[in-house]
């Protein structure tokens, strides 16, 4: 049975009756986790199964923000905290190889954790270069500020995960790094002449374009588009996105639940779809909402299809490797950076 094109969130630790009737009616492609659907590492790998048998979908990807720091669903004390993404850019000045060995091993251990609790995809590297006087909404999640090193430890991430059998979702393409609002909140606009945006913002995300799925920013680039923010804009998907970076794998929304988008779900969800996006993510767990997602969306087909299916088929066997040695190993390269995770 063909699945529609969204992602969404459920309510809390366990299914709802009403929440088991509209997935197996609505075909989600797949699911998002939040810290409200986790307690412990049974409950989440029972919650995960059964979110796949409710769609009789063994291969539906379970989603997650797992990029350590202050963006973290599972954590203590089950769960290890991790380093921000600073703390690779610290130790990347230090020494390149080893900043990139840190990122790559932090993320293989992330893997571990979400490969235990049957959690297939991570809304993990990030690509945004933030600038001075941005909204600290990216801030210590970055890596850094200059596009070159950016996209070197978003690819040593990627490999992490790749190397755990866990599949990246690239964000927030095409930048989120000169934001000056949090786009939870309001709809940031950033007016950056196009020739800058090139030159720093696209080009982090240049180098990344082949990974298997990216999702959106809800910012306004006003020398783009400067009625819409990318997740809404043909202009951005077609020419930035899908031309100037050239990422041509699943383009995902960001959450159509954020305050930066206007109008009603459903009117998001249309105009994400319109725009370009292959598949709409709602995160908030709101049932009300999630039928206007369903109500919206279409199934998957044609070139939305064969990116989603590509992506699922490009999730790799995991590698072995010994988690005790990883961490302490981890442990020893933040030292060297002089940083707390």
């Keep these: 049975m063909t699945s529609r094109a969204f992602i969404t969130g459920i309510s809390g630790l366990g299914i709802t009756d009403e929440e088991r009737g509209f997935l197996r009616e609505a075909r989600p492609w797949g699911f998002i986790l939040f810290k409200r659907n986790v307690d412990n590492p049974a409950q989440v790998a029972g919650l995960v199964a059964e979110l796949r048998r409710l769609i009789d979908a063994p291969d539906a990807p379970v989603l997650i ?27 990347y000045d230090t020494d390149s190889q080893l900043g990139l ?18 959690i297939t995809v991570d809304c993990l590297p990030l690509a945004d270069v933030p600038v001075a006087g941005a909204d600290a909404v990216i801030g210590d999640r970055a890596y850094g500020n200059e596009p070159a090193k950016v996209a070197a430890i978003a690819r040593a991430v990627t490999e992490g995960l790749e190397q755990g ?16 609002a949090d786009s939870h909140f ?8 196009r020739e800058e945006l090139e030159r720093t913002d696209f080009a982090a995300f240049q180098p990344l374009a082949d990974l298997p799925m990216a999702m959106t920013a809800h910012v306004v680039f006003s020398a783009l588009d400067p009625a819409k923010p990318a997740t809404t804009s043909a202009t951005i998907i077609d ?10 794998g699943l383009l995902m929304s960001d959450d159509v639940s954020m305050n930066a988008l206007d109008g009603s779900i459903a009117d998001r969800t249309r105009a994400s779809i319109a725009a370009g996006c292959d598949v709409v993510l709602h995160c908030n767990g709101k049932l009300d909402e999630m039928r206007q997602v369903a109500a919206e969306v279409p199934e998957l087909s044609g070139k939305a299809l064969a990116r989603a299916e590509a992506a699922l088929a490009s999730r790799k066997p995991a590698q072995s490797f010994d988690r005790t040695a990883a961490r302490a190993e981890l442990e020893t390269l933040i030292g060297r950076a002089g940083m707390s995770a």
């Design 165 to 180: 059998s866990v599949l990246p979702v690239l964000k927030h393409i095409p930048g989120h790094g000169r934001a000056t």
């Design 101 to 118: 060995a840190a990122a790559r091993l932090s993320a293989r251990l992330i893997a571990a954790d979400l490969a235990d609790l049957g």
């Design 186 to 193: 309001r709809l940031p606009t950033v007016d950056a002449p």
């Design 65 to 91: 923000d797992q990029e350590g720091g202050r963006v973290q669903r599972l954590g203590p004390p089950h769960w290890p905290v991790y380093p921000r993404g600073a703390v690779f850019s610290a130790l």
């Design 239 to 248: 020419q930035v996105i899908r031309g100037r970076i050239g990422f041509q």
